[in-house]
């Protein structure tokens, strides 16, 4: 059917997919490998180069060895988070991370191995890779599901709810013809990764898409969502990652690799100063620049010729810009030591705890949608392995939610068809014809600027106060206003006009997450200037419910059970207070 140029293409499905990274590939894989359930996964790109893996990675950080077992996994990741973590969550995938590792092997993975033929470790929870090519080996595999359909190159805008809230599917557009989606599915699981671009960049002008968090993952699948009334939590507990400078290069694989210490302009280790955890890594960087102590360096000068090679392979394995920036300057790490800085932060699940709340099965709290890899919060440290584990828990979940509605008869199969509400007028709004003076760009460049300066960005070293945040919420509402009246010649601009209103959306709930958590528990991830030391009332999650245009934030107990479900949950208090 087609609409005022608009041509609409209803699809149906067993379960939809939104998102074709690392979780929504490995659930479609997990689905198709033990049902005949029809699977739809949608993916903006494609699933043979998207998502958080697209370029590749050389290392797998979430592994169990030396005979450690999932509750040390547990107190690495409780410790990092300063506590606010859940229990049942790290647990339930940390138990899976090795038997997913065995089997990305048994897809064609090459894992690096000693002359026992075991993995070669770097510490007890790292195997070293050669992972250029893991995402098209995921993708390969999920082509074998003969169940599984990808629908790449469509954006998924809008969730699809019934009169009672249940989500039943999912609206989106092509970004490359003039084609809307309707898509029912029975479940919808959000895969869609976290939110970058959210506040200034490293890098200006046309190198500043050179983040450490994919530019093109901007908060989607949580920006649906929240509209939709999901339950979101931890978003305050934002990830700043310490790179090398510039090229915006990881950092532990100079660290583990060839254990170079962190030190200042002046030769001085500092990093045992202020602590070793991941925020206090990129604390101590900070305090020391703030300081004069500046710029601060990963100490490699002296290494061997030989560990000066692996660090040129590693590199081109996954981000080949820094052993191209030693390659151009003529002096490799055995000679000069390695620049490091911070990026500006991210929200992001599979780092820190932020996402959307879920159970112990990854059920959201709307009924029908569930949740997994960096769009899932509570559970931080997945890094690849977890988000696998995640996509699979979650597919075991959604088989088992189906199969009970189905011998129970509570299965409505027209109840979705009931809501008549979509998307679609807006889409043919933005693509008129009309014009308007301000550009994507420049609304998105406008948020960024707001973000950085009164939210906790570079520009501040990180430090945000109330005052600040109150002004950057007011002028992100005013962006939210500006951004109905862009327009779009093609799919692809709307394509642009969407993620700036997704990350539009993540800046508010962001910021109300930032005022509701009155204390600095996390250096640098949430450096709150008005309460600048923890606070044991703080002992809880923050999280959030959008309603009527409005967060409600509310406070709840931290989880140690490992089976957690939404109807055994308690709200400490309506809001958080003084």
Sequence with gaps: ???????????????????????????????????????????????????????????????????????????????????????????????????????????????????????????????????????????????????????????ITDLKQSGDGRVCGAYGFSVREKIAYEIRASAVLIASGGASGLYRPNNPGFSRHKMWYPPFNTGGGYAMGIRAGAEMTTLENRFVALRCKDTIAPTGTIAQGVHAPQINASGEVYEKKYGLTTPQRIYGTVEECRKGRGPCYLATAGISRKAEDELFKAYLNMAPMQTLKWLESGKGPSEENVEIDGTEPYVTGGHTASGFWVDTGRRTTLKGL??????????????????????????????????????????????????????????????????????????????????????????????????????????????????????????????HIYELRERLTVCRALIAHLLARRETRWHIFGENTDYANPDSRFDCYVNSVYRNGEFQMLCRPLVHDKGYSHTQEKILQPEVKE
């Design 370 to 495: 569930y949740a997994a890899g960096d769009a899932a919060g509570g559970a931080p440290q997945k890094y690849v392995t977890g988000a696998l584990a995640e996509g699979q828990i979650a597919a075991e979940t959604i088989l088992q939610d189906l199969q009970t509605e189905e011998t129970e008869g509570r299965k409505d199969t027209n109840s979705c068809a009931k809501n008549e509400t979509s998307p679609f007028r807006q889409y043919r709004e933005y693509l008129d014809g009309g014009s308007f003076p301000v550009s994507c760009t420049q609304a998105e460049e406008a948020m960024q600027k707001i973000m950085d300066e009164y939210a906790g960005g570079i520009r501040t070293d990180y430090r945000y106060h109330r005052a600040g945040l109150l002004l950057a919420d007011q002028r992100i509402r005013s962006l939210e206003n500006l951004c109905k009246r862009l327009r779009a010649s093609d799919t692809f601009e709307l394509l």
């Design 1 to 155: 059917m087609t609409e005022n140029g608009l041509t609409i293409k209803r699809l149906t499905a067993d379960v939809l997919i939104i998102g074709g990274g690392t979780a929504g590939c490995y659930a479609a894989i997990t689905i198709g490998r033990r049902s005949g359930r029809s699977v739809l996964i949608a993916e903006k790109a494609d699933i043979r180069r998207s998502g958080c893996l697209a370029a590749g990675v050389n290392a797998l950080n979430a592994y169990l060895s030396d005979g450690h077992t999932p509750e040390d996994y547990l107190e690495y990741a409780r410790k990092d988070a300063e506590s606010i973590i859940r229990d049942d969550l790290v647990l339930s995938l940390a138990e899976r991370v090795n038997t997913v590792t065995e089997d990305l092997e048994r897809l064609g993975l090459v894992i690096l191995k000693d002359q026992e033929g075991n993995y070669v470790t770097r510490g007890w929870r790292n195997v070293k890779i050669n992972g250029e090519n893991i995402k098209p080996l995921l993708a390969q595999e999920v082509s074998r599901q003969e169940h599984v359909t990808v629908l790449n190159h469509i954006n």
